[in-house]
């Protein structure tokens, strides 16, 4: 078994090998969480690859001691995210809720569960939206998470429970 | 409750990335080689019809060339060989 540090450093050094290895590991989670997060697909596929190159470009910054390679790739994924999030949405906070998602919810009326379940995440603050998904789909545990977002555990476990206030209201109500 | 959250949020699933999602990965990744190794590692597609049509050509200009190699006249530095010559014997040398 090859250890993730001496795949990213082989790939960083142009071993194609090494890097389909790390590429095909962890592809699917950054594209993943880059979708949940900008819920755009093509969005979603650029910083994907954004992320991957930054790996590889700075190889010696993924220390094997501090986390996992999936996570650290999500913490660049998060960041090239919230780069994007900023320029489509200057004015947005990050962490504060829109007012009302009440005609989120009346175009939700004829939607797929998996489309509604999309709007719901889409009006998250993105600060909520990468708690959840790092909490429910990757299922890392709160220390990793509080690692990863660079904040205490405390934070998170408030924006998680804001987060599953707001989709529970809504994908609830929609449900019903 | 919660549980009923939980499975609606994990019944989302991710749009499927687009079909050449891993090769525009993969030719980033080789775009950061540096030109020599790009250069030496680097590939291109023929069609076999264009492939074996560019053989024909060069194999009738390699035909051309060594015929016409072997029918050009021999020039010696100026000397030609006799056109008609006449023999003559010499029986004696006189010093």
Not at chain 1, 11 to 22: M, N, P, R, T
Not at chain 1, 39 to 66: I, K, M, N, Y
Not at chain 1, 67 to 74: A, E, I, V
Not at chain 2, 60 to 70: E, P, S
Request: aromatic share 8%; charged share 30%; with cysteine.
């Amino acid at each position: 078994v090859i250890a993730e540090s001496d795949l990213v450093r082989r790939a960083a050094k142009g071993d194609e090998s090494a890097f389909l290895i790390v590429w095909e590991q962890h592809r699917d989670a950054v594209y993943r969480f880059a979708s949940w997060m900008l819920t755009d697909s093509s969005g979603a596929e650029d910083v994907t690859q954004e992320s991957f190159l930054a790996l590889l470009d700075h190889p010696s910054r993924f220390d094997p001691v501090a986390g996992s390679l999936r996570t650290f790739l999500l913490a660049i994924a998060r960041n090239f995210c919230r780069n994007r999030l900023r320029k489509l949405r200057p004015e947005e906070d990050l962490d504060v809720e829109e007012a009302s998602g009440a005609d989120l919810l009346d175009r939700a009326v004829q939607m797929e569960t998996s489309e509604m379940v999309q709007s719901a995440i889409a009006a998250l603050p993105p600060l909520q939206r990468e708690v959840v998904f790092l909490f429910e789909y990757e299922e890392l545990p709160m220390a990793e998470i509080a690692s990863l977002l660079a904040t205490d555990v405390n934070t998170i476990k408030g924006r998680l429970y804001r987060a599953r206030q707001r989709l529970r209201r809504e994908l609830l109500w929609m449900k019903t | 409750m919660d549980e009923d959250l939980t499975r609606l949020i994990k019944s989302w699933r991710a749009p499927s990335p687009g079909t050449d999602f891993d090769r525009r990965m993969l030719s980033a990744f080789r775009g950061r080689a540096p030109w020599w190794q790009r250069w030496w590692t680097m590939r291109i597609e023929v069609p076999l019809p264009a492939l074996a049509a560019a053989l024909v050509v060069v194999l009738f200009l390699g035909i051309l060339l060594v015929r016409g190699r072997f029918d050009r006249p021999i020039q010696a530095g100026g000397w030609q060989p006799v056109a008609e010559p006449t023999l003559k014997v010499i029986r004696e040398v006189h010093e």
